[in-house]
């Protein structure tokens, strides 16, 4: 038998990723902001683009190496790693937020939105049951769980 997911974990993955999507486009729309618009000498804002060059590629990779353990491995650990960075995220946010111009706070709503509800759907229809199994639902026991994106 095939081995099913939750709609729930479904919608996590579309949600989630929609978020990386969203703060990728934010990055490439306000680069120069970030990066170069800065008051440095050239050698001091190499440094700088680096840094935010190797920050951005750590943070990719950790986002999807919880995606995927997440939405596919049901990993209860990785769930609770998530949970904790989206609340540290919108304190962050929370803090900072009168500092962005206009498009960032588009981007920074529309991403955490995303992010936010893609948490929310860990937590809802057939995502605790899935968990709780580590992702052991198989076949037409997945038709028993109720979710409400059905």
């Known amino acids: 038998m095939k081995r099913l997911r939750p709609q729930s974990i479904l919608w996590f993955e579309r949600l989630f990723l929609a978020s990386v999507l969203s703060a990728t486009v934010d990055l490439y729309v306000h680069w120069d902001d970030y990066a170069l618009d800065a008051e440095f000498d050239a050698e001091t804002r190499l440094i700088v683009v680096v840094v935010i060059m190797l920050g951005t590629v750590v943070s990719y990779a950790v986002q999807i190496s919880l995606w995927y353990f997440v939405a596919h491995r049901a990993s209860n650990i990785a769930r609770w790693i998530l949970v904790v960075i989206t609340v540290l ?62």
């Open 89 to 150: 995220s919108l304190l962050g946010i929370a803090i900072y937020f009168e500092g962005y111009s206009s498009t960032e706070k588009f981007f920074v709503v529309a991403t955490q939105s995303l992010a936010v509800l893609a948490v929310l759907c860990m937590f809802i229809g057939g995502s605790p049951e899935w968990f709780r199994t580590k992702g052991a639902i198989i076949g037409n026991q997945a038709e028993n769980l109720s979710d409400v994106f059905k």
